[in-house]
Each structure stands twice: as structure tokens, then as C-alpha cells.
T-cell receptor, first 112, second 114 residues
């Protein structure tokens, strides 16, 4: 039972263009969502988060959008840079336990 | 500031052997999580502790897996006996209550069971 789904295993974009990574969830009790970035041979690192009371959160080049009715969130990276090439994980949680349920990840490649 | 520290970074062991993975959480953090990453299942939560007490171990795959947290600065994940399907990257993560739901990961322990 995959509660958090990232249906695109990979994405390739040109440097300077927008990268859009998508995530869907099934549990309507989720009230906090996060994106993590992971480089090879390293642990995931926190990127950006959003509470269910908001529909958008922005941090520099990174913006997360939440559509609760569609149970969908997306991460926009503008402009994309080669250093953004990594695996991106979407995660969701209920309440304040910190227990995160992760998606399968999307590998982003940004080409120079 | 020291992050989450895991050891060993890499381990190759033979099927049937006992494997012990170790984790030191960030000082002051009161939650500790063990995750496993595989190609098939992605990042899955195995178990988490709050103030050294196991809260949810529903993700532990079977009785061959056990985890302990004897004090606030140390946790172990043990597999006995190990099997080839246990080959994965095992991550430890920690967080502090009141600082949102962000958890901080270690660099992982790469386990290969042959």
C-alpha cells in the first residue's frame, strides 16, 4: 500500500529551464509534506516543506505547491542548475511524530 | 555540528551471519528513526524511538530484525541471521520535538549479503 507515490522515476531538463517534480498521496490525514534531495552515497537532505494549511511555500529557487483536493504536490525548481541533479524524495506525515512516509523518488538530471 | 553518525559505512557479509549497524543521533535529538532503501521499495521506515523507547516497529520486516536504543546517544539495528534479500542501504535519522517534522539523516550503511 504505497501511500505516497512519485510516478515519474526520472526527469531530464536543460540547465536554466524549470524542473517540475510531482507527488501524489492517498492518505487524507497527512498534514505535513516535505521534499528531500539525495546525492549518490549520501543520506537524504531536507530541501523544503509545506503544511496542509498552505498551498504554496517558496525558498529561493524552490517552490512547493500543494493541492489538497487532488492529493497532489509538486516541487518547482527555477532555474534548474546542473548541481540540482540528484534523486528527489517526496515525504508526508501525520501530526507531529516526525514519522515520514516517503515516495519512491525521482531522479532529476539537469543537462548543461 | 556533528550530524547523525552511522557505522559501518559499508559491510559485506555472508548469508547466515549476524550484522549490527550502529547509529549516533544528533545531540539533543529525542527521536531516532531507522530507514531502509531498496530499489524495489524505496525508503521505508523500519522503526522509530522517542526518548529511547520504541514507538512503532510495524515496519520491521521479520523477527530476524531487532533494534535497540540503550541511551540517548546510541542505537543499533541487528539482523540475525542475514539473508541476501537484506542487501540495502540502511539509514538512521533523528529529530528534535518542537522543530517541525524535519528529520536529519546519516550517510547510511551499505549492506551486501552474499
Amino acid at each position: 500500500d504505497q501511500q505516497v507515490k512519485q510516478n515519474s522515476p526520472s526527469l531530464s531538463v536543460q540547465e536554466g529551464r524549470i524542473s517540475i517534480l510531482n507527488c501524489d498521496y492517498t492518505n487524507s490525514m497527512f498534514d505535513y509534506f516535505l521534499w528531500y534531495k539525495k546525492y549518490p552515497a549520501e543520506g537524504p537532505t531536507f530541501l523544503i516543506s509545506i503544511s496542509s494549511i498552505k498551498d504554496k511555500n517558496e525558498d529561493g529557487r524552490f517552490t512547493v505547491f500543494l493541492n489538497k483536493s487532488a492529493k497532489h504536490l509538486s516541487l518547482h525548481i527555477v532555474p534548474s542548475q546542473p548541481g540540482d541533479s540528484a534523486v528527489y524524495f517526496c515525504a508526508a506525515s501525520v501530526g507531529n511524530t516526525g514519522k515520514l512516509i516517503f515516495g519512491q523518488g525521482t531522479t532529476l538530471q539537469v543537462k548543461p | 555540528d556533528a550530524g547523525v553518525i552511522q557505522s559501518p559505512r559499508h559491510e559485506v557479509t555472508e548469508m547466515g551471519q549476524e550484522v549490527t549497524l550502529r547509529c549516533k543521533p544528533i545531540s539533543g535529538h529525542d527521536y531516532l528513526f531507522w530507514y531502509r532503501q531498496t530499489m524495489m521499495r524505496g525508503l521505508e521506515l523500519l522503526i522509530y524511538f522517542n526518548n529511547n523507547v520504541p514507538i512503532d516497529d510495524s515496519g520491521m520486516p521479520e523477527d530476524r530484525f531487532s533494534a535497540k536504543m540503550p541511551n540517548a546517544s546510541f542505537s543499533t539495528l541487528k539482523i540475525q541471521p542475514s539473508e541476501p534479500r537484506d542487501s540495502a542501504v540502511y539509514f538512521c535519522a533523528s529529530r528534535v520535538q518542537g522543530a517541525g517534522n524535519t528529520i536529519y539523516f546519516g550517510e547510511g550503511s551499505w549492506l551486501t549479503v552474499v
